[in-house]
């Protein structure tokens, strides 16, 4: 009979064991369900793994961030305008480093965002407005962080637009940020370490340190003499309220 009590009892104090065991597995478990829900975890782990550098990489523009190895391996004609050679990925990263050494890199930014808004297809108006309002926000308004120097009329246009979506949208804007990058930053860049770099890590490209042949005149459209930054004696000159022909 003692030994059957014994039993009786060693059964009872484990069960009650087992229970209290199972009561406080439940209660961990439900207090790190509400203090940190499996659904924050996992959508905080999928937001630390997505991190965007730019907003071309967000928005899934093809090609962004990366450089494209396609472009150095057919070389890089230098005796091209300008903006055709910011088109290639390579060129426009030196270029870039080199700008923002000198403090001003802020239009080559904004020619590599234009560049990577004219890869969102027409009919993707989204994106597109995605895209444009923020270059108006980093670039185009008053103030901004990376606020480029860019006429008062042209700087007008684009924030009185009613169409974001619009493939012309920043086009004033690119010419003039052209002309900038032409006259303050191009001759440097020819004879710097950054040109000297591109040209070590692309050995195809012509053996020239400094392309001849630029056409440097301005190509400015639609801004008034009075308007335009760049109306200096080296440039066409016209009357006072009247547009330039360039």
Not at 211 to 233: I, K, M, Q, Y
Request: proline share 5%.
């Amino acid at each position: 009979m003692k030994s059957m009590k014994d039993i009786l009892w060693v059964q009872v104090v484990s069960r009650f064991l087992l229970l209290v065991t199972a009561s406080v597995l439940v209660l961990v478990f439900f207090s790190m369900s509400v203090s940190q829900p499996l659904l924050s975890q996992i959508s905080l782990r999928k937001r630390e793994s997505t991190e965007f550098v730019t907003m071309g990489q967000a928005l899934g523009i093809p090609g962004c961030g990366l450089l494209v190895q396609t472009a150095s391996v057919a070389g890089v004609d230098l005796h091209q305008p300008l903006d055709k050679l910011l088109q290639d990925k390579r060129f426009r990263q030196s270029f870039m480093d080199f700008a923002d050494s000198c403090l001003a890199g802020e239009s080559v930014h904004f020619f590599e965002e234009v560049h990577e808004l004219g890869k969102i297809p027409l009919d993707d108006p989204v994106r597109r407005i995605y895209m444009a309002r923020h270059i108006i926000e980093n670039y185009i308004v008053t103030g901004a962080e990376m606020e480029i120097n860019i006429s008062h009329r042209t700087r007008q246009e684009i924030l009185g637009t009613l169409d974001l979506a619009h493939p012309d949208l920043f086009n004033h804007a690119v010419n003039e940020m052209m002309q900038l990058m032409k006259m303050n930053l191009l001759k440097d860049y020819w004879s710097s370490m950054n040109f000297v770099k591109f040209k070590e890590e692309n050995p195809r490209q012509p053996d020239s340190s400094e392309p001849a042949g630029w056409d440097l005149s301005p190509r400015l459209s639609c801004v008034r003499c009075t308007d335009n930054p760049f109306n200096h004696e080296q440039l066409h000159k016209c009357p006072s309220g009247r547009k330039c022909d360039v």
